[in-house]
C-alpha cells in the first residue's frame, strides 16, 4: 500500500515562498496513470485542491493558485514537492499530499511574522 509523507518548515513569513515534500513509498511516482495532488486546508474552511503532477511529470493547478503555485519531482527519491510563493496569512493551513484515496498525515503551515 502507498503511503505519502509530508515535510517541511511549519512557519513562514508573510511573502516567502512555502515549500513542501511529500515522500512516496510502496509505490512509485512514476507509475502510469498514477497522479499525485497537494491539498489543503485553512482552519474552518473545506478542502482545497492546489495542484496535481501525474505519472509523466505533466502539472495542473487550480485557477485561483496557478500565478503562486509550482509542483515537481525528484524521481531518484521518489518525492515530489510543492512551491507556494508570496504567502499571506490566509495560506495558513493544514496541508495533505494524495493519490488516489491515499493521504499523507498532512502538516500545518503557519504563515505569520
Known amino acids: 500500500q502507498v503511503q505519502l509523507q509530508e515535510s517541511g518548515p511549519g512557519l513562514v513569513k508573510p511573502s516567502q515562498t512555502l515549500s513542501l515534500t511529500c515522500t512516496v513509498s510502496?509505490?512509485?511516482?512514476?507509475?502510469?496513470?498514477?497522479?499525485w495532488s497537494w491539498i489543503r486546508q485553512p482552519p474552518g474552511k473545506e478542502l482545497e485542491w492546489m495542484g496535481v503532477?501525474?505519472?509523466?511529470?505533466?502539472?495542473w493547478y487550480s485557477p485561483s493558485l496557478k500565478s503562486r503555485t509550482s509542483i515537481s519531482r525528484d524521481t531518484s527519491k521518489n518525492q515530489f514537492s510543492l512551491q507556494l510563493s508570496s504567502v499571506t496569512p490566509e495560506d495558513t493551513a493544514v496541508y495533505y499530499c494524495?493519490?488516489?484515496?491515499?493521504w499523507g498525515q498532512g502538516t500545518q503551515v503557519t504563515v505569520s511574522s
Open positions: 503532477i501525474g505519472d509523466d511529470g505533466r502539472t
Open positions: 510502496g509505490g512509485s511516482i512514476t507509475t502510469s496513470y498514477s497522479a
Open positions: 494524495n493519490v488516489f484515496n491515499q
